[in-house]
């Protein structure tokens, strides 16, 4: 059986994400691993008009929501690793998987299809597809 040391959740904050969050404890609970939480601030479209102050909220969300998940998973007995990152999200989490040498990431997605995934991409379908490390994905509400 293959076993994992680190394992990377990313979150967007949102109530589905935590339902991935739930598969991502038990990994981490199987495996004896740190469960490293990663929130990432979009800043794509940063520079278009006056975006400081969203980006800026956009970060307190992001720790509020790291500090939430990681002491969830503290109270459940798992070593956790806080990450507040900036970026497309996608290569941001590809990056910190990278730097870290993330063995498994543990997502959820929301089974967005036809124009709505044309449009907007999926985050967790970049990752799938460009990830050097096993990705599980959950299927959450959209």
């Known amino acids: 059986m293959t076993s994992y040391d680190e394992i990377l959740f990313p979150t967007d904050g949102s109530e589905g994400s935590m339902t991935a969050f739930e598969h991502a404890i038990a990994q981490a609970r199987l495996h004896d691993a740190r469960l490293h939480v990663l929130y990432v601030v979009d800043t794509t479209y940063a520079g278009v008009g006056s ?9 307190e969300r992001g720790e509020t929501t790291v500090e939430d998940v990681a002491e969830r998973a503290q109270a459940a007995g798992i070593e956790v690793v806080r990450h507040v990152g900036e970026g497309d999200p996608y290569r941001t989490i590809i990056g910190y998987a990278d ?19 044309y449009l907007l991409g999926s985050v967790a379908e970049k990752v799938v597809r460009t990830a050097d490390a096993p990705v599980l994905t959950v299927r959450t509400e959209s």
């Open 99 to 117: 730097e870290r040498e993330i063995e498994l990431i543990v997502m959820g997605t929301s089974g967005r299809s036809g124009l709505d995934r």
């Open 51 to 59: 975006m400081d102050a969203a980006i800026t909220a956009l970060r």
